[in-house]
Each structure stands twice: as structure tokens, then as C-alpha cells.
């Protein structure tokens, strides 16, 4: 894992092999992964547990409302893979329908942070009678590499809850989906992919930019967790202000990213590296899409959609997924995708 976010760093942050800024600043970018490294995944824990930050909560209140009608889509012996399981308050109550229905299925969690995936586990294999657990520790790549390797032959169930994939851009996330079908989803499968439509400006940035600061000590802390990797002290938190842009904004959609702005010119020598003020890192940027936009990329990545549900309280959706088998749609390019950061 440390050897995957070097080299991430690296190519993202120190190469500038990025799209480039207006004046020709390079657009420097800061991998996900690095966030959840080492106590990463305890301060995001602590993000996503207080009262303003909206996603995780109306992630898990879909799947409290409309469990038992996704899990009646489940096949017995079926096999369930989550990709970037974090947070498993989300999957908790879609395991619990499954469990219901006594149907004996596998569930294997894959995250990047070994910690939550262990005490996840355990528990797991202590509370569900017919639900089979397994943890893997690895990128998406990896995870699809054991599948390759495992042969399993019965259906299987790729989720993704939180708006992990498909939350850049409409060709980024065509591209996404077409690296899945590609590499580990057959025409028997599915996938239950969850997707965030909020556009409510004052939402978005309070989830954000909380009060008590949860959101900024997270970003802080991989940054911090950065100069350790690269051996030198590129980052210090009083040179940077964390914040956020909207970006792209249209009647149904808005684009939101976190930025790292300089708060005045910064260098670190043995890196090459030089701000100026007012200079950003992109941490994360993405778009909030609704269904037409998603109907969209599931035909150009050679999907279709099979069902659909929305969180009664605010604008979160779960579509259920399959390989178009009658070829209704284009189907995008087939490029490398490792592991979306």
C-alpha cells in the first residue's frame, strides 16, 4: 500500500502530468488513498459521524427503506463484493435483509484500510448465520486480480454505496464502469451502484466545512501523512487553507471539489516544489448526478438499468446494473483503470 500511494504521489502530485491551469500552473492532484492511510479511516470515521455530513446517513436510510426489495433481486449462493467498503454502517442494513431471506450468499469486503475490513469481519461472522465473510486488504485492482483467481462460477454482486464510482466526470465515469465490465463483471452479474444528486449548494458546503473542524483535521492529517512519504515537509497546515469550489453548475447538476489553497507563496527545495499564493491542490472533485445523466453513462459504458431507488429524505439513488447483452448501447474505450483516487 505504501509502494500505491508513492507512486500515485509521485505521477499526481510531483510529475504534473495533469491538465494544466489558465496561465499554465500546472493542476496538481493529491490521491484519495492517502487520506485513509495509517488513522486515516478513524478521523474519516469522525467526519462522516457528525450531524452535518448528510451522504453516509442517507445512504444507510435507503437501504433501511428498500433492503428487502434489493435483496429479493439477490440470487441464492450468489457472491457480494464491495468495492471500498469503508464505512459498514452502509452495508449493515442490506446485510440484515439478507440474513432475513435465509439465502446463503458470500460477502467479501475490499478496502484499502485493514482495520475497519478486520473488526468489520468479525463481527459479521458472529451476527449472520447464512451471509459467508471475507476481508480483502487491497486496491480495486487487487481485489479484481483474486477474483480473476478464486473462478468463482455463480453470480456475483459488485457494490458500490457511496458514490465512489461515477463521481467524476461523464467520460471518467464511463470509463470507470467500462474497466469493470471489462475485467470482473460477466453477463450474469450485477451491480448496485449508490450515486449522490445533491445540489443544494448550503448542504453540500456544510458537509463539508462543518463547525467543529472534522473535515479540515482529515485533510490535514493525510497531508501531514504526504511529508512522511516523501521524506521532507512540504506541508505545513499554516501555509494552506482547505475549502472547497462549485464548478460546472447546470439546472439539474453541480460540480464540487475540495481544494488545498496557499495562503502565500510556498517552496520545498528538495521536492521542486513551488506555490503561489493563491495556488490549489485538487484533493477531490466530482459531480452530483441524477438519473437522466446516469442513464447516459450506462449505455455509453454498455450497461442497463434494471431497477432504481431513491432515498425518501433527499436526493441519494441506488440503480441495480447489468452488462447490455443485446448491444443497445455504445460501449466505451477499454482503458487502464487501477484504482479510482
Known amino acids: 500500500m505504501v509502494d500505491h500511494i508513492q507512486e500515485r504521489l509521485k505521477r499526481d502530485f510531483l510529475a504534473n502530468e495533469g491538465t494544466k491551469l489558465v496561465g499554465g500552473v500546472p493542476r496538481r492532484a493529491i490521491p484519495a488513498s492517502l487520506m485513509y492511510y495509517e488513522n486515516g479511516f478513524e478521523r474519516w470515521r469522525d467526519v462522516t459521524s457528525g450531524p452535518q455530513f448528510y451522504q453516509t446517513r442517507v445512504e444507510?436510510?435507503?437501504l433501511e427503506h428498500y433492503g428487502a426489495?434489493?435483496?429479493?433481486?439477490?440470487?441464492?449462493?450468489?457472491?457480494?463484493?464491495?468495492?471500498?467498503?469503508?464505512?459498514?454502517?452502509?452495508?449493515?442494513?442490506l446485510l440484515d435483509a439478507l440474513e432475513a431471506t435465509q439465502k446463503d450468499v458470500q460477502y467479501i469486503a475490499l478496502d484499502i484500510a485493514p482495520v475497519p475490513v478486520e473488526e468489520a469481519i468479525s463481527r459479521f461472522r458472529k451476527r449472520y448465520q447464512h451471509i459467508q465473510s471475507t476481508g480483502l486488504w487491497g486496491t480495486f485492482g487487487d481485489g479484481i486480480e483474486w477474483l480473476k483467481k478464486l473462478n468463482f462460477s455463480g453470480p456475483k454482486w459488485f457494490l458500490s454505496l457511496g458514490s465512489i464510482f461515477c463521481y467524476s466526470d461523464l467520460e471518467e465515469s464511463v470509463t470507470e464502469l467500462t474497466w469493470l465490465a471489462t475485467n470482473a463483471i460477466g453477463l450474469q452479474d450485477r451491480m448496485l451502484l449508490g450515486v449522490d444528486a445533491e445540489t443544494n449548494r448550503d448542504v453540500l458546503w456544510a458537509s463539508y466545512h462543518d463547525v467543529e473542524g472534522r473535515f479540515e483535521r482529515f485533510i490535514s492529517g493525510g497531508l501531514q501523512t504526504s511529508n512522511k512519504l516523501l521524506g521532507h515537509d512540504w506541508y505545513r497546515p499554516e501555509d494552506w487553507e482547505i475549502s472547497s469550489v462549485f464548478v460546472d453548475e447546470t439546472n439539474q447538476e453541480i460540480g464540487h471539489a475540495i481544494v488545498i489553497r496557499a495562503k502565500h507563496d510556498v517552496t520545498c527545495d528538495p521536492l521542486g516544489l513551488k506555490f503561489s499564493?493563491?495556488?490549489e491542490i485538487r484533493w477531490i472533485s466530482g459531480n452530483k448526478k441524477g438519473p437522466s445523466t446516469m442513464r447516459k453513462i450506462f449505455t455509453a459504458a454498455g450497461f442497463k438499468e434494471l431497477a432504481s431507488w431513491k432515498t425518501p429524505s433527499a436526493n441519494f439513488y441506488e440503480y441495480t446494473i447489468?452488462?447490455?447483452q443485446d448491444g443497445d448501447g455504445q460501449k466505451g474505450p477499454a482503458i487502464e483503470f487501477p484504482y479510482k483516487v
Do not use: M, W
Open 69 to 93: 426489495q434489493i435483496v429479493e433481486l439477490i440470487e441464492p449462493g450468489s457472491l457480494l463484493i464491495d468495492l471500498g467498503s469503508g464505512e459498514f454502517r452502509k452495508v449493515e442494513p
Open 322 to 324: 447489468a452488462r447490455d
Open 60 to 62: 444507510i436510510e435507503l
Open 277 to 279: 499564493t493563491g495556488e
